[in-house]
T-cell receptor, first 114, second 111 residues
Framework: DAGVIQSPRHEVTEMGQEVTLRCKPI?????LFWYRQTMMRGLELLIY????????DSGMPEDRFSAKMPNASFSTLKIQPSEPRDSAVYFC????????????FGPGTRLTVL | LAKTTQPISMDSYEGQEVNITCSHN???????ITWYQQFPSQGPRFIIQ???TKVTNEVASLFIPADRKSSTLSLPRVSLSDTAVYYC????????????FGKGTTLSVSS
């Protein structure tokens, strides 16, 4: 298996633009997680899905952020409109069957909003 | 959800054993203790998980005292490549509550 795949790896955009981050989880994994990492706040859980259904989105910072999982092999995290404070590394992770299972992280997307 | 406290940073030299302690005073009966490692520019990677006593794998050992209010990750004979951030997580994954990553412990290994 190729592991968790994220695209793009790097994204530079201007304030106000829409940004879409993509994730392909490991096949057969029931859980998918979106995280954001910054120096100031560390690694924050934004939202997670179980069998394509969003379970907890309490970490989503505001309405500008939205996430979808239309099928078991694809998820998106969208920011519209983007702001400079959204600059961070965004990680996607997946895990097999229960929340205490090992999470497998993707390589991350480094987002810079100018 | 049990809160964890771990040192912000630690320094060591190659060949030494490193012990990173995590405090989790309000750990619940069903909670597991999990450690992850994160190298620069990479996502975190699972190291070890335990419930009580001692767990050992090819990478590390995890020591958990009887009261389970703390745990210690032990890295034997560290090398430069063990320089990373180490996260301690506590939880049982029940009630839809995912495990929470804090800021972790930054371990710096020097030659």
């Amino acid at each position: 298996d190729a592991g968790v795949i994220q695209s793009p790896r790097h994204e530079v955009t201007e304030m106000g633009q829409e940004v879409t981050l993509r994730c392909k989880p490991i096949s057969g994994h029931d859980y998918l997680f979106w995280y954001r990492q910054t120096m100031m706040r560390g690694l924050e859980l934004l939202i997670y899905f179980n069998n394509n259904v969003p379970i907890d989105d309490s970490g989503m910072p505001e309405d500008r952020f939205s996430a979808k999982m239309p099928n078991a092999s694809f998820s998106t995290l969208k920011i519209q409109p983007s702001e400079p404070r959204d600059s961070a590394v965004y990680f996607c992770a997946s895990s097999p069957t229960v929340l205490t299972d090992t999470q497998y992280f993707g390589p991350g997307t480094r987002l810079t909003v100018l | 959800l049990a809160k964890t406290t771990q040192p912000i940073s630690m320094d060591s030299y190659e060949g030494q054993e490193v012990n990173i302690t995590c405090s989790h005073n309000n750990i619940a009966t069903n909670d597991y203790i999990t450690w992850y490692q994160q190298f620069p520019s990479q996502g975190p990677r699972f190291i070890i998980q335990g419930y009580k006593t001692k767990v050992t794998n090819e990478v590390a050992s995890l020591f958990i005292p009887a009261d389970r209010k703390s745990s210690t990750l032990s890295l034997p004979r560290v090398s430069l490549s063990d320089t990373a951030v180490y996260y301690c997580l506590v939880g049982d994954g029940q009630a839809g509550t995912a495990l929470i990553f804090g800021k972790g412990t930054t371990l710096s290994v020097s030659s």
